[in-house]
């Protein structure tokens, strides 16, 4: 028996517009979608009519709003120590916590930072804190959560971690990401150390070296060791997908989509089967 459902986000293929995938995705078996931040032009979920858009089409195809992904961008840095471009990026995530208000879904994914060197830290830290101070409490407003997901490089770890340790409110979380946990050497850690405060996930595969977002068994991951250790944690949502045709090895839309599906349901087997044992 499953005990979540799956998911998948709308990064799978940038090039295809959100009126269009939606039908793609609900005829494939997913219920939810998740509304990506690196290209958020794609569902333009930062404006009114894009948000009434999103909500025509779901309703149409019958999909929900699994999560939103805060924007991402060279210049969208909530720990930068510019200030203007600092305060630009929180008001960028409170529109992306109000559309997730509004489009019915209570999970906002966010990046805490861009790349930084070391020397940089003790200011992203003041930064990063400035904007939570802000952020949090708006979220919490709008009955949002806020997930904060595991980055790759160590500096962004160290800052990642500094935050959970002081934001320990009932309203944030992580978003467990396996493809940035798996280039860290930090998959079964993070696992271990927050699994308790996973509240989404971000499940994908890769060769070990670039963010491939491959569908799981398309990399090098250990998907039967990752899913006995996810099972000891009490995660139930949902299980979301986010994957990239991009190095896939599945290069038509459709046949990608049913590939994520089934092997989203393949895991999810195992984490059952680790579950009653």
Request: net charge negative; hydrophobic share 40%; glycine share 4%.
């Amino acid at each position: 028996m499953d005990f979540m459902e799956v998911s998948i986000s709308t990064t799978f293929n940038f090039d295809i517009p959100f009126s269009i995938m939606a039908p793609m995705v609900k005829n494939t078996g997913f219920n939810s979608v998740s509304l990506a931040g690196g290209n958020y032009t794609q569902s333009k979920y930062l404006t009114t009519v894009g948000r009434e858009n999103i909500l025509r089409i779901c309703r149409k195809n019958n999909l929900v709003i699994d999560s939103v992904h805060a924007p991402l961008g060279t210049n969208i840095d909530i720990s930068h120590p510019d200030n203007e471009l600092r305060e630009y990026s929180v008001h960028l995530f409170k529109q992306a916590i109000r559309a997730c208000t509004e489009i019915g879904c209570s999970i906002l994914i966010v990046h805490l930072c861009n790349k930084f060197s070391e020397d940089e830290f003790g200011n992203r830290m003041i930064a990063v804190r400035n904007s939570l101070e802000n952020l949090i409490p708006y979220a919490r407003t709008k009955n949002i959560a806020i997930a904060v997901e595991n980055l790759i490089k160590p500096s962004t770890l160290e800052l990642f971690e500094r935050v959970l340790t002081e934001q320990n409110f009932d309203n944030v979380g992580v978003c467990f990401d396996t493809s940035h946990a798996n280039i860290a050497g930090n998959l079964y850690s993070i696992l271990e150390k927050y699994g308790d405060r996973i509240i989404a996930v971000h499940i994908s595969d890769n060769k070990g070296l670039l963010d491939d977002h491959m569908l799981p068994f398309e990399g090098v991951i250990d998907w039967d060791k990752i899913m006995k250790h996810f099972a000891e944690k009490p995660y139930t949502g949902n299980f979301l997908l986010e994957v990239e045709m991009r190095e896939s090895s599945f290069k038509d839309p459709e046949v990608f989509l049913k590939e994520a599906y089934t092997r989203a349901h393949i895991l999810i087997t195992l984490l059952d089967k680790y579950k009653l044992s």
